[in-house]
T-cell receptor, first 112, second 118 residues
């Protein structure tokens, strides 16, 4: 059974601070996705990383996939209150399997 | 374009009753998935349809859960009889079938159905 350990589980920071969320596994994933979920809504895809060592940027968000494709990180620069939400990582094992393995999520609160 | 829709948004039932959840995928999406999140746990895969066929049902907890997708459009997930541990949020997702090997098409999630079994 593949597992994704996501940390921290909760994060409360002041507006303007930087933060990093980690997603780690002992398993190799074909790709890894980061989602953001708002209350009462389903997860919304932010980015997919596919290649080991890949770095993708989405405005103030930087996503990195580990060289061995077992871990990933999400770094937010100068957090804004609008960044508040639940961030989820999810891995795809590939090999014809479409099911996603999710981490438990990181609940981020950015205080104005 | 309409997203994935789910009905109902909330359901409160008593142990032993039956509940049916419905999911309408994005039009044209052959792939349909059911996931569940129970309190304090991660979102977990239940099953995957390609059109009307069950491709992977390895995540279904037990035979009290029955999923159907007649005609390859909307899907239903029936829980009969419901137990306390079935409480949670049930998400449906859909994706295109790009046909590309070793590539997972983006899964678009619905808002979920919150099921409470008392």
């Amino acid at each position: 059974t593949q597992l994704l350990e996501q940390s921290p589980q909760f994060l409360s920071i002041q507006e303007g601070e930087n933060l990093t969320v980690y997603c780690n596994s002992s398993s190799v994933f074909s790709s890894l996705q980061w989602y953001r979920q708002e209350p009462g809504e389903g997860p919304v895809l932010l980015v997919t990383v596919v290649t080991g060592g890949e770095v993708k940027k989405l405005k103030r968000l930087t996503f990195q996939f580990g060289d061995a494709r077992k871990d990933s990180s999400l770094h937010i620069t100068a957090a804004q209150p609008g960044d508040t939400g639940l961030y989820l990582c999810a891995g795809d094992s590939g090999a014809g399997s479409y099911q996603l393995t999710f981490g438990k999520g990181t609940k981020l609160s950015v205080i104005p | 374009e309409a997203g994935v829709t789910q009905f109902p948004s909330h359901s409160v039932i008593e142990k032993g009753q039956t509940v049916t959840l419905r999911c309408d995928p994005i039009s044209g999406h052959d792939n349909l998935y059911w996931y569940r999140r129970v309190m304090g746990k991660e979102i977990k895969f239940l099953l995957h349809f390609v059109k009307e066929s069950k491709q992977d049902e390895s995540g279904m907890p037990n035979n009290r859960f029955l999923a159907e997708r007649t005609g390859g459009t909307y899907s239903t997930l029936k829980v009969q009889p419901a137990e306390l541990e079935d409480s949670g949020v049930y998400f449906c997702a859909s994706s295109l079938n790009s046909g590309l090997l070793f590539f997972t098409d983006t899964q678009y999630f619905g808002p979920g159905t919150r099921l409470t079994v008392l």
